[in-house]
């Protein structure tokens, strides 16, 4: 049974720092591509970071808007991937999910994901 269980979402002001951690089990977790997203109310899942798995490079992506803020990484002997976020925004809050992809490609879209978490909320306060 493929389990992602996310954690460390929580209230925090603007300008502060959250770190999220996504815990893997279930499948052979470094040939995975590994993707965060998250969704607003109202709004539809958007992607935030993507990181390759390890037969792909490890490469990392991210949207724009947290370029230089946020920061993925994947501990393959820990099974976990790790979204470090800092100087957050109000326009950050959101349900961030964690969610995995089986070529190791890691895509924008969420379509290409095979399987996910069922997310933490993220509320950034101005």
């Known amino acids: 049974q493929v389990q992602l269980v996310e954690s460390g979402g929580g209230l925090v002001q603007a300008g502060g720092s959250l770190r999220l951690s996504c815990a893997v089990s279930?499948?052979?977790?470094?040939?995975?591509?590994m993707g965060w997203f998250r969704q607003a109310p109202g709004k539809e899942r958007e992607f935030v970071a993507s990181?390759?798995?390890?037969?792909?490079?490890?490469?990392?992506y991210y949207r724009d808007s947290v370029k230089g803020r946020f920061n993925i990484s994947r501990d393959n002997a820990k099974n976990t991937v790790t979204l470090q976020m800092d100087s957050l925004k109000p326009e950050d809050t959101a349900v961030y999910l964690c969610?995995?992809?089986?070529?190791?490609?890691?895509?924008?879209?969420?379509?290409?994901?095979?399987?996910w978490g069922q997310g933490t909320q993220v509320t950034v306060s101005s």
């Open positions: 279930g499948i052979t977790f470094s040939r995975y591509g």
């Open positions: 990181i390759r798995g390890t037969g792909t490079g490890e490469s990392t």
């Open positions: 969610a995995a992809e089986s070529t190791g490609f890691s895509s924008w879209y969420a379509r290409e994901y095979d399987y």
